[in-house]
């Protein structure tokens, strides 16, 4: 059974930095795609960022492109989610997901893709 733990979430001030992580356990196979997601009060989980299993390509949503950097280390089970130049409009419970794939460059952006995700961070960012 896969087991995704997220950390880092926390309140900080618009303009600031953040670093999530995403450690995996349980997993049998390293074959796995990964993404953060958000999800804010009143509205929809939306996708935030994607990379392949083998860290070669990453997709970003357009809000958050050039402000945050989604990176992995497989050696370690763990993914990261750089956040810079943060703004209230980031504030949500961020949660990452896994897929498994046969394709190592390939990244999701769909929700419905993975199979795997964890409880969620908050992060919360003042103005």
């Known amino acids: 059974q896969v087991q995704l733990g997220e950390s880092g979430g926390r309140l900080v001030q618009a303009g600031g930095s953040l670093r999530l992580s995403c450690a995996t356990s349980?997993?049998?196979?390293?074959?796995?795609?990964m993404g953060w997601f958000r999800q804010a009060p009143g509205k929809e989980r939306e996708f935030v960022a994607a990379i392949s299993w083998s860290g070669s390509s990453t997709n970003y949503a357009d809000s958050v492109k050039g402000r945050f950097t989604i990176s992995r280390d497989n050696a370690k089970n763990t993914m990261y989610l750089q956040m810079n130049s943060l703004k209230p409009e980031d504030t949500a419970v961020y949660s990452c997901?896994?897929?498994?794939?046969?394709?190592?460059?390939?990244?999701?952006?769909?929700?419905?893709?993975?199979?795997?995700w964890g409880q969620g961070t908050q992060v919360t960012v003042s103005s």
């Open positions: 997901a896994s897929k498994i794939t046969l394709y190592p460059a390939a990244t999701f952006r769909a929700s419905r893709d993975y199979a795997y």
């Open positions: 349980g997993r049998t196979s390293t074959n796995d795609a």
